[in-house]
């Protein structure tokens, strides 16, 4: 079965302090990994994937075929960060995505 | 870029009753997907349209949903008739292909309460 999951479902963090977006997957074959951000009031994007190992607004994520995860940190939280994160599994051969639940994060000042 | 355009932003519907949804991808994406959203949950794919063809709707409850991209660039998606369980956000998304994995850019979604 092609499954994921997001353990929380609210991160609540001080400023400064690290974070951490737990994502684990299920999926027989090599998927795609993505996390999608969606902040207050605004739509739904594409923060980063796994294929481009890539920095974005200063979180990071690399994928862990041994443990199926794919877990999204970031070293200093800004308040900015808030928002509804969403990790996402893209099964080989075409672009539909499987999403986790979502995890809300909550940076306070 | 103009992004992904959906119509109406609300709806609120009795059950029973018929609803459409409008939407209109981001233009050359040949790629468009409706997913269902339900509160507190992730979105769902409900259907997967490459052009004018539909790629999956595997997850698509035939029964009362039904889904059209004439042309291959606006699509529609229906509900009729309604039930209380289908209260939702529908989002419409739109990528350049099908394979790649490119990505999929989302429309602020039509949010349906059946009531």
Sequence with gaps: AQRVTQPE???SVFKGAPVELKCNYSYSGSPELFWYVQY???????????????SIKGFTA????????FHLKKPFAQEEDSAMYYCAL?????NKLIFGAGT?????P | ?????????????????SVAFWCNPISGHATLYWYQQILGQGPKLLIQFQNNGVVDDSQLP??????????GVDSTLKI????????????CASSLGSQGNTEAFFGQGTRLTVV
């Excluded at chain 1, 690399?62 to 995860?69: A, F, I, P, W």
């Excluded at chain 2, 009729?80 to 989002?91: G, I, M, N, T």
């Design chain 1, 9 to 11: 479902k609210l991160l």
């Design chain 1, 40 to 54: 207050s009031r605004q739509r739904l994007q594409l923060l980063l994937r796994h294929i481009s190992r890539e």
């Design chain 1, 62 to 69: 690399d994928l862990n075929k041994g443990e199926t995860s």
């Design chain 1, 90 to 94: 893209s099964p080989g051969g075409y």
């Design chain 1, 104 to 108: 809300r994060l909550a940076v306070h």
């Design chain 2, 1 to 17: 870029e103009a992004g992904v355009a959906q119509s109406p932003r609300y709806k609120i519907i009795e059950k029973r009753q």
């Design chain 2, 62 to 71: 035939k029964d009362r949903f039904s889904a059209e991209r004439l042309k």
């Design chain 2, 80 to 91: 009729q008739p309604a039930k209380l369980e289908d209260s939702a956000v529908y989002l």
